[in-house]
């Protein structure tokens, strides 16, 4: 069967260069465009991206500036997405799978499924959900796979941010471990080996729509800090916390409409996958 074309938006980054090692073996026919080569807030740079793009290549969008703090930020993110939207919405591009976030939704003590209520309280999920709509409002829903990953983690996350990854480095690196209060939040944390092959699997299939890509699975972060503690000796300090515990510590994504069209794909755990970041 003859393939379609990817065509990588924002190419480099931590998730996007994890799928594209996965095409240069699996699929080959693609084209990764970073920013440097096309800048999407740049009328002139577009120009050039209609003369790459036909109406059989598959569209694969992450380029953003993130995570998203402040207005500037978000205008220019959103400015990415109108001016995308007005360049490609009178073509009949064949697909576009957008990676969003779990941010998008609001706080809830029940797993979160892909039609629950989209509230985001931060200046990162309002970016994902209004980029969103801007899509559903421009292509066909029949066009589009919405994909919104929770806390991703593995090598080469150039971010090192709060949870596995600074965690297990700083452990590396003889440094004490510092954990907010007790570390009993319970986030799902999410491979990027894992979830670049879903995304792998998604991009290449002709499924659409929206969907979480979550382990299914929570676990806190002391959790976390002990788990990397039975192979090395280091010290955990907990840390008085500053102001209100992130999602009232609890954030379950359900991963049910993933788990039910790859039913047999198993999700590693943070333990698994320790010793490969």
Request: a positive charge; aromatic letters at 10%; glycine letters at 4%.
């Amino acid at each position: 069967m003859k393939k379609n074309r990817i065509i990588i938006l924002g190419s480099g980054g931590f998730i996007s260069q994890a799928v594209e090692n996965i095409l240069k073996l699996k699929y080959k026919k693609y084209i990764a465009l970073p920013r440097k080569k096309i800048d999407l807030t740049k009328i002139s740079d577009l120009k050039k991206l209609k003369k790459i793009i036909n109406n059989k290549d598959i569209i694969f969008f992450v380029a953003a500036r993130a995570p998203v703090k402040n207005l500037k930020m978000f205008e220019y993110n959103i400015q990415m997405m109108i001016n995308f939207c007005k360049t490609f919405s009178d073509t009949d591009i064949n697909k576009i799978i957008y990676i969003s976030s779990d941010a998008v939704y609001s706080d809830s003590k029940k797993k979160l499924k892909e039609s629950d209520l989209k509230e985001p309280n931060n200046w990162h999920g309002l970016m994902h959900i209004v980029r969103e709509n801007i899509l559903k409002n421009n292509f066909s829903y029949q066009k589009l796979l919405i994909l919104r990953p929770t806390l991703v983690y593995g090598k080469n996350d150039p971010h090192n941010g709060y949870g596995p990854n600074k965690f297990n480095r700083d452990s590396k690196l003889n440094k004490k471990i510092l954990i907010f209060g007790k570390g009993e939040e319970l986030r799902d944390h999410i491979w990027i080996n894992d979830l670049s092959q879903i995304i792998f699997k998604l991009v290449t299939s002709k499924n659409y729509g929206e969907f979480n890509l979550s382990t299914g699975k929570l676990i806190s972060f002391s959790s976390i800090a002990e788990t990397i503690n039975k192979d090395r000796i280091f010290e955990i300090i907990y840390l008085k916390r500053q102001g209100k515990m992130p999602h009232n510590g609890y954030r379950p994504i359900s991963n049910h409409k993933i788990k039910k069209l790859f039913p047999s794909f198993k999700f590693k755990t943070v333990a698994d996958v320790l010793n490969k970041i």
